[in-house]
């Protein structure tokens, strides 16, 4: 064999790793979480409603939930949020929000001005729940099954396609168009 | 008006190149002398073009031409007249458009300076550049064209990024761009040769020049782009082992590499093929980085917006260009043979590790860079690569490599008699290392084993570089250029080494926290905070900082750092305050305000970090140097006679 | 091409954050053991800010670096070792948080290039020396100083 066809093959394999970095690009900036398929972290933190009470996460084991990270500082999450009314109207499973080192005022008046999609927000003052959670920019959604387990997590506003291909199949059980 | 004139300048250019591309390199092969004469008028039209092109690109900065999508994104009326210049190319299409001006250029000159090539030759390498440059037309013209147009006009332009509003911007990528796009012409060369199947010592001095040239040029593009990042991102840092900087890092390394080869295979006509092969290889990693950088597969802070399809269309590019370069390798390598001998200790064998260990050089950063993609095809799950592996695996091949150069430059052709320089050699290893141990543990107190060694083999590096000329001098014999050139070069590298080490190993660096009033104590320096003030500026307000800086209790500056928010993007930037003294930098940064005056302020003592750039710049004159050698510039008889003989002497 | 700029993700989610900002941060922090705090030091720039990715936890300037901080402090100071901090971070973040490459079966193709390529050169100088030390005994040109016949 022609030895000088070396570096033509070197480069065939490279050429190979960068068309699949290319098909893959458009996650590049949505890194994998590695909590998928782990459990979702045991939380309890008060509740934006009454600071009073605890949002636990031992009140939702046994139930589908949504978990959507957001904060009044965000923009992004204002364009998710009419997305947000839409799937709590549906009725489908619950949305627990976690308002995320936000200013707790501004935060109730939002949802008392544009509608509260969720069935209780738990506030995280410190980070330190986001953290646990592994977020890093919000707003971001994780869907947790009955077994507590993280199964899919959206990063970004969530949209009607997210809602009907990943999230509504799963909970629902029926078969999934692709993933 | 305007932009409509520079699109139609475009596509003539596009039109041009390609009957470059196609009369340079079909015109030599099926003997069509009309052809091959029509081939340098081409070449002017298309670089006349390209020029009109960028010409109504920045004239429609100038006139704030909102009405143009790029000019929109990219400029402010309140934008300074010399930014909105230098803002043409600032992102990703009007940069695209400078890549093309600047190979249009490199082809006018290899034009003017191929007068005393064969014609053909000459003629089939102009058509690989016409090859390159449609190339980068046609993806301009399809992805990235710069003169699309907004309907309705912005009422006003999304301002140039605030971090780019610098002189840098106006002198980096110019420069940097002319070493990259270089390449391409010793890449025209090398598929000229294999085009033409022939491939001697002609060719390789031919190339010499232009090859050593465009190493100039990027050693100071890159030498300007740290130095950019140091002074402008306020980190103190300098180089850090980021994706879109490792892309500009390995063609320099593979084109030292090359420079080299070029000169064994001009002396001895030896590593034919290797040199062909770096030769392919450092313009590709040009084109490899021109990749990575547009497509979005690599997370960068430098990347340009990403875009899938974009990288699609390069990649494609890039296959054919360096596919076929490759595939040209592998049909005419095998045929290249050379019967010519030396032994362990010549100059050739230094020459041969030099290279080795500057490719294994250049292969770990590629490795390191192009990790995240690697493991990802590979399904080896998700890896990020940083300094903490780039900095030891590098330091890995460089060691060897400094250590080998006082040693090799004194070596003979062939047989390398360095029996007679012994003595020498063991001289200025002495004197080298206690110089360098002196600077590693005298001068600056607190030296690490890594720090001697640097030290001491950029000292040796020097000494022995300086033995020749200095003989030579003495002995009342000239120098040539080229000879100059190397020693300077050579130089250059030895003082960055010394430099790098000192940087490393002996920077002081401290985050503190000060009110108005109060003073902090750092590597022998005072820094006395005496608060914040606004400050306004032509397209920003700022707070800026001001510091007395005082050593000894002898006052040695007053520094202003400032915190600078640009009114159109909403983005905060940092401007550090930089004084030198006594050959070490002193800088102060604003951190954040933490109430009632109280701020954070970062200080850092760098000592010889400016030596780093200094030394860049005098291996790129070294290059400068060598490229004008008077040699290079005869073609032709002196070439003919040395075949004559070197045929006698093998039959 | 070094050219600082923000990387516009597409989606612009990442953006959305309040100001962007393109200065970096100033950590104050001192841990009370100068060990701890070479330790901290070391650790929190070699950590990647997940929002900034191309700066570290030391010199990024968001939010969610600096409660990253304070947890790498809150760690050291409570005793664990520089890999648990690793490791914390890596089960919530993924391997893309650390700037050092995991010391891994999975990496060691990373870690092995350096040494390998290395080996590789070796070779082939080996080869080619040897090649042309043999060729030495054929080859009867005389050169000049310059290298040239």
Redesign the interface.
């Known amino acids: 064999m022609n030895r000088f066809l070396l570096p033509l093959g070197i480069f065939a394999l490279l050429a190979v790793v960068l068309a699949i970095g290319i098909r893959h690009s458009p996650d590049k900036g949505l890194i994998a979480s590695p909590l998928l398929g782990k459990p979702a972290p045991q939380f309890s933190l008060p509740d934006l409603a009454d600071p009073a009470r605890q949002v636990r996460s031992a009140d939702l084991r046994g139930r589908w939930y949504l978990f959507n990270v957001w904060g009044t500082w965000c923009g992004e999450c204002r364009a998710e949020h009419d997305m947000l009314l839409k799937a709590h109207r549906a009725n489908l499973l619950p949305i627990i929000g976690l308002d995320w080192k936000d200013e707790e005022g501004n935060a109730r008046s939002w949802l008392t001005q544009l509608g509260n999609p969720y069935d209780s927000v738990a506030v995280d003052a410190s980070g330190r729940e986001a953290i646990d959670w592994g977020v890093y920019a919000a707003p971001e959604t994780f869907l947790v099954n009955p077994h507590g387990i993280i199964v899919f997590k959206h990063l970004g506003a969530l949209t009607d396609e997210t809602w009907a291909r990943e999230i509504v199949p799963r909970v629902t059980g029926a078969p999934q168009k692709g993933s | 008006m305007l932009p409509e004139l520079g699109h139609f300048a475009l596509i003539l250019a596009l039109l041009l190149a390609g009957l470059q591309a196609l009369f340079g390199i079909a015109g030599p092969w099926l003997g069509r002398e009309r052809w091959v004469a029509a081939v340098t008028p081409a070449v002017a039209g298309q670089a006349v073009m390209v020029s009109t092109a960028v010409a109504c690109l920045i004239a429609s900065f100038v006139g704030n031409d909102f009405s143009v999508s790029y000019v929109a994104e990219n400029s402010n009326t309140a934008l300074p007249l010399f930014y909105r210049v230098a803002a043409m190319w600032g992102a990703h299409e009007g940069s695209l458009l400078l890549w093309i001006l600047l190979l249009a250029l490199w082809t006018v000159a290899v034009a003017i300076g191929s007068s005393g090539l064969p014609q053909r030759f000459a003629a089939r390498v102009l058509g690989v550049l016409g090859v390159v440059s449609f190339g980068f037309l046609l993806f301009t013209l399809a992805t990235s064209n710069p003169f699309l147009r907004l309907d309705p006009p912005a009422p006003d332009g999304r301002d140039l990024n605030p971090i780019l509003q610098d002189p840098g911007l106006a002198v980096h990528p110019p420069i940097l761009y002319t070493g990259y796009v270089g390449f391409a012409v010793a890449f025209a060369f090398a598929c000229a040769a294999m085009l033409e199947g022939r491939l001697d010592q002609d060719w390789a001095r031919w190339t010499r020049p232009w090859t050593t040239a465009a190493w100039s040029f990027l050693t100071c593009g890159i030498a300007l782009g740290s130095f950019w990042a140091y002074y402008e991102l306020g980190w103190g840092g300098f180089w850090f082992w980021d994706p879109v900087e490792n892309a500009s890092f390995m063609p320099w390394l593979v084109g030292t590499a090359l420079v080299h080869s070029l000169a064994v295979t001009d002396k001895r006509g030896l590593f034919k093929s290797w040199t062909l092969l770096l030769a392919i290889l450092a313009f590709s990693l040009s084109m490899l980085g021109t990749f990575l950088v547009r497509s979005g597969v690599l997370v960068s802070v430098h990347s340009f917006a990403a875009d899938p399809s974009r990288g699609i269309f390069i990649l494609v590019f890039l296959i054919v260009m360096i596919g076929g370069a490759l595939a040209l390798y592998a049909w005419r390598a095998p045929l290249l043979k050379s019967t010519a001998g030396f032994e362990l200790g010549a100059r050739e064998s230094f020459l041969l590790f030099n290279n080795v260990l500057l490719v294994i050089a250049a292969g770990t950063v590629f490795a390191g860079t192009l990790a995240p993609l690697i493991s990802d095809a590979l399904k080896l799950g998700t890896v990020s690569v940083g300094p903490p592996y780039f900095n030891p695996t590098f330091l890995m091949s460089m060691l060897p490599l400094i250590a080998l150069l006082s040693v090799g430059i004194h070596a003979n052709w062939k047989r390398g008699r360095l029996k007679d320089k012994q003595r020498m050699l063991l001289y200025t290893f002495v004197v080298a290392a206690v110089l360098g141990c002196g600077l590693a543990f005298g001068v600056y107190y607190r030296g690490k084993l890594l720090s001697a060694v640097g030290a001491t083999l950029g000292m040796w590096i020097v000494l022995s570089s300086l033995v020749d000329p200095i003989d030579r001098w003495r002995r009342g014999l000239s120098v040539p250029r080229a000879v100059l050139g190397m020693t300077t070069a050579h130089l250059g590298l030895a003082l960055a080494v010394i430099a790098l080490t000192t940087v490393q190993s002996f920077t002081t660096e401290r985050d503190v926290a000060l009110s108005p009033g109060e003073t902090a104590s750092v590597g022998g320096y005072e820094f006395r905070f005496l608060g914040v003030q606004p400050v306004e500026g032509p397209n920003y307000d700022a707070l800026g900082g001001t510091v007395e800086v005082t050593r000894h209790g002898a006052p040695v500056a007053l520094l202003k750092p400032q915190k600078r928010s640009y009114w159109v993007q909403h983005q905060v930037t940092s401007e550090t305050a930089i004084k030198m003294h006594h050959g070490s930098n002193v800088l102060i940064a604003l951190g954040e305000s933490l109430g009632a005056g109280r701020w954070s302020l970062r200080i850092q003592i760098r000592p010889l970090v400016s030596l780093i750039w200094l030394a860049a710049f005098i291996m790129a004159v070294g290059g400068a140097l060598a490229a004008t050698d008077r040699r290079y510039r005869a073609a032709g008889a002196p070439a003919g006679a040395r075949a004559a003989v070197a045929a006698q002497g093998a039959a | ?14 953006i ?13 922090t001192q841990l009370p053991d100068p060990r701890l705090q070479a330790r901290y030091v070391t650790l929190t720039h ?1 950590l ?1 800010c ?7 936890l030391a ?1 990024s ?1 968001v ?2 670096a600096a ?2 901080r304070r ?1 790498v402090r809150d760690m050291l100071l409570a005793g664990k070792s520089d890999d648990e901090v690793r490791d914390w971070m ?13 010391y891994s079966w ?2 060691a ?3 092995g ?3 390998t ?2 080996l590789l ?1 070796a070779l ?2 080996w080869r ?2 040897r090649q ?10 005389v ?1 000049d ?5």
Do not use: K
């Not at chain 3, 959305?16 to 104050?28: E, K, P």
């Open positions: 091409m070094t050219r600082a700029g923000l990387a516009r993700v597409t989606g612009a989610w990442a959305a954050l309040g100001t962007a900002h393109l200065a970096w941060s100033v950590d104050t070699e990647r997940m929002q900034c990715q191309n700066e570290s010199d300037p939010d969610l409660d990253l947890q890596a089960a919530r973040y993924g391997d893309f948080i650390l700037f050092r490459p995991r999975r990496n193709w990373l870690w290039a350096p040494a390529l290395l050169g082939v100088s080619v020396v042309r030390t043999t060729l030495l005994a054929t080859d009867h040109d050169l100083e310059d290298g040239r016949p």
